[in-house]
């Protein structure tokens, strides 16, 4: 949690941190630690001990005084633009991080942060070294206090949750509603597609203040079989083939995400997908059942592995054993990932990372089977942990078959 911030700038000796970015769009540091949006961006200062203070362009103000900062200062209290004119605008913004930081006590060891460019992050250390600074770069600094999210925080995906499973259900609504003629869905007549599909989804994320960040997943058939294949546009959706439906949107107002799949046939699957399909929700349940704070996130992920190894699925442990041979079908990727205001941050769940869980993590727990060529089955909730177990921000149903 933001509260953490003092205790990470301590462990690696750090006076002050700099978190800078031209909008908080896209920039999860900033928009974290500002709790709001700014379209112009700005600078984030905080040194360790004291309240921070952030420094925006003078239209962005009013934003500003809507998030975390209380001390929020307008550039042109700073001269910003005669300083500009008289050393241009790089040397301008160091000159401006100095007069700042030397305002607070700060003279040495500081905290570079935030999405910039590599470029202009390279050019800003070297001239604030050139005023006495020492720069260090701590890239997942942010990120480790990121990880651990607040009771506010938890609510607001709380929200996103909610609202992302109000346009699941709208979709899974229109498509039972959608008459078949032999094996293709019909739609206003004319063959319904992914595309079409999509474009509902889309139309009702809008209505409930949400963007997909990334293209949703609406995959059926071969093209599941590809974890990260979003659907061929054109293709026609077609009964009794399994169809991956991962949506994983962000709140235009605050931020933060939700993630979850679901794998569904409209009509009747077929035996091998039901098998596989109940492979795949055995295996979550074993990971959900060991959800805990202090529980380890590798064991975890073996504890699913060797589940789906048992039903005849290959999976990393399968892989690692036979080093050289490509993953292209089982279980060919890790368990989870964070969720916040980001999709896929800390914490990780997979046996190639260590992770032990934390109370107030949020994390997705997402096993899968793909075979190439044929479908994939994916199941997702995304969950928080707690002391003796997990709250699930997901409730929707995991029946396979749609009717």
């Known amino acids: 949690m933001i509260d953490d911030l003092d205790t990470e700038l301590d462990k690696v000796s750090a006076e002050a941190i700099l978190i800078i970015g031209v909008s908080t769009s896209g ?87 935030g999405m910039i460019e590599a470029g202009q992050a390279i050019d800003i250390t070297r001239r604030l070294e050139k005023h006495g600074y020492e720069v260090i770069a701590e890239p997942e600094l942010i990120e480790r206090v990121r990880r651990t999210k607040s009771p506010h925080e938890l609510e607001l995906i709380a929200q996103v949750a909610r609202k992302t499973e109000k346009v699941v259900h709208k979709t899974f609504d229109m498509l039972r509603n959608c008459p078949v003629s032999g094996e293709i869905v019909l739609h206003n007549k004319a063959p319904l597609t992914v595309a079409d599909v999509k474009t509902f989804i889309n139309r009702n994320l809008a209505e409930e203040n949400l963007v997909a960040v990334f293209d949703t997943i609406f995959a059926p058939g071969s093209d599941g079989a590809d974890p990260h294949n979003h659907g061929t546009p054109e293709r026609e959706i077609k009964r009794d083939i399994p169809i991956v439906f991962d949506i994983f949107p ?36 074993t990971a959900l059942d060991q959800i805990a704070a202090g529980a380890d996130g590798q064991m975890i992920a073996r504890s699913v592995c060797e589940v789906l190894e048992a039903r005849k699925h290959k999976t990393p442990l399968y892989y690692l054993q036979n080093p050289g041979m490509a993953m292209e079908e089982g279980f060919i990727h890790g368990l989870g990932h964070g969720v916040g205001l980001t999709i896929g941050e800390p914490p990780s769940l997979s046996l190639m990372r260590e992770c032990i869980l934390a109370e107030g993590d949020v994390v ?19 969950v928080t942990v707690e002391k003796t177990g997990f709250r699930n921000f997901s409730t929707l149903d995991k029946s396979l078959e749609l009717k």
């Open 27 to 113: 920039n999860p540091p900033l928009a974290y630690v500002a709790g709001c949006n700014i379209p112009r961006g700005g600078l984030y200062i905080k040194k360790t001990g004291e309240d921070p203070v952030l420094i925006v362009g003078d239209l962005d103000v009013g934003s500003a005084k809507k998030g975390l900062v209380q001390n929020i200062r307008p550039y042109s209290q700073f001269n910003f633009m005669q300083l500009i004119g008289e050393h241009g605008i790089d040397e301008a913004r160091v000159r401006l991080f100095d007069e700042v930081l030397k305002g607070m006590g700060v003279h040495k060891r500081v905290v570079l942060s």
């Open 364 to 382: 997705t727990v997402e096993p899968g089977v793909y075979y190439p060529g044929k479908y994939g089955i994916r199941i997702e909730d995304t």
């Open 250 to 285: 962000q709140d235009v107002s605050t931020g933060y995400c939700f993630d979850t799949t679901r794998t569904f046939v409209i009509g009747n699957a077929p035996h091998d997908v039901k098998k596989t399909h109940e492979d795949v929700a055995v295996a979550q349940q």
